[in-house]
């Protein structure tokens, strides 16, 4: 049995599984004829250190890159299967955001009647929104599934992995989470919360094993299969994006440095590269760097279903 197959074997499937599984298969089946369908996997993933989880170890991630990219793919015609960490940034919502909606609201009392109104000068910018919204969710082009750990991410990545393979290089899998490459071995991990009369604990993180190897190989072998790379020391990013296409032979690595993901990013090929970024008026305006990246990502990929890269 390989790693990755061991890793499998020892982490139970999550609760609600089967009925993720389900849903993943209706969504494949309903839209799989006809359309092209991206895995959007977004925010970070979290590693238990108890079985009765008081505390886990987390990451930065927000989830902005793939709630800002699922709608970009849903707006050029693609159906998307998006597994995101629960209470990350999700498609559409990220608009209506804590202080932010509430100060796009106001309060109107016209005949006695009190009524709660979007205030004039959001109404254009939440339109498009909302119209982008509703089209989605009549379409049915939108599946939604959460997680929290890393071991209910890479159950659900497995099953999305696999219904996809159904429809050969029509998928795209986008895997713009930020996932843990540590974790305590279920036999390691006490059962109930860490006491601190008991002194410093010591605690030792297994490395999991990488999954894109399984996935490019295995799962969902004719797909368009890209995934990140984080950095944030800029001059390892080329080198190990190259590392990681040499090891996992998949299409394309989008590399990133953590404090500059928002405006700049690179496309990392077998044999070339190059910067796809924001200038200072298009930041200015507003404009999202995963727009650019999914615009060029649609174009890659048509021609990969044409059989031309
Ligand atoms: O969410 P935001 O705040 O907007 O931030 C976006 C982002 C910086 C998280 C995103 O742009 C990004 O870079 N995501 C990938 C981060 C990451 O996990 O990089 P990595 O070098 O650790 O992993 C590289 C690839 O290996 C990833 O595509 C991951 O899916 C894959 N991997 C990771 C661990 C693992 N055990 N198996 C894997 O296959």
Redesign the pocket.
């Known amino acids: 049995m390989s790693r990755w197959e061991e890793f499998y074997e020892s982490l139970p499937p999550p609760d609600g599984f089967d009925d993720a599984k389900q849903r993943l298969h209706e969504f494949c089946k309903r839209l799989g004829a006809k359309n092209k369908i991206v895995l959007v996997?977004?925010?970070?993933t979290t590693v238990p250190l108890e079985h009765n989880t008081v505390r886990f170890v987390d990451n930065?991630?927000?989830?902005?890159?793939?709630s800002a990219s699922a709608e970009y793919f849903l707006s050029s015609g693609y159906a998307v299967i998006f597994i995101f960490r629960q209470k990350?940034?999700e498609p559409f919502a990220r608009h209506f955001m804590g202080l932010k909606f509430l100060n796009m609201l106001e309060m109107a009392e016209e005949n006695e009647c009190l009524s709660i109104k979007v205030k004039g000068s959001h109404v254009e910018g939440l339109r498009p929104v909302l119209e982008q919204y509703q089209e989605a969710e009549g379409s049915g082009r939108l599946l939604q599934l959460p997680f929290t750990t890393l071991s209910d991410y890479l159950w659900l990545l497995r099953a999305a992995s696999e219904c996809l393979s159904s429809i050969g290089p029509r998928a795209m899998l986008y895997?713009?989470?930020?996932?843990?490459?540590f974790y305590v071995p279920t036999d390691k991990m006490p059962t109930h919360k860490m006491q601190s009369n008991e002194g410093p604990p010591s605690i030792s993180l297994q490395l999991?094993?990488?999954?894109?190897?399984p996935?490019v190989n295995i799962w969902v072998p004719n797909a368009y299969v890209v995934?990140?790379?984080?950095?944030t020391d800029a001059e390892l990013l080329i080198k190990?994006s190259r590392e990681?296409l040499n090891k996992y032979n998949h299409k394309l690595v989008?590399a990133?440095i953590?404090q500059t993901?928002?405006y700049k990013?690179m496309f990392v090929f077998p044999n070339h590269d190059y910067e796809v970024n924001l200038n200072e008026d298009e930041i200015k305006k507003g404009i999202e760097i995963e727009s650019k990246i999914v615009d060029d990502l649609a174009k890659k990929h048509e021609l990969y279903i044409g059989g031309m890269v």
């Open positions: 996997t977004s925010g970070g930065f991630s927000a989830g902005t890159r793939g990350s940034l895997l713009a989470a930020a996932v843990s490459d999991v094993p990488k999954m894109l190897k996935l995934s990140f790379k984080l950095e190990k990681a989008i990133n953590l993901r928002k990013v």
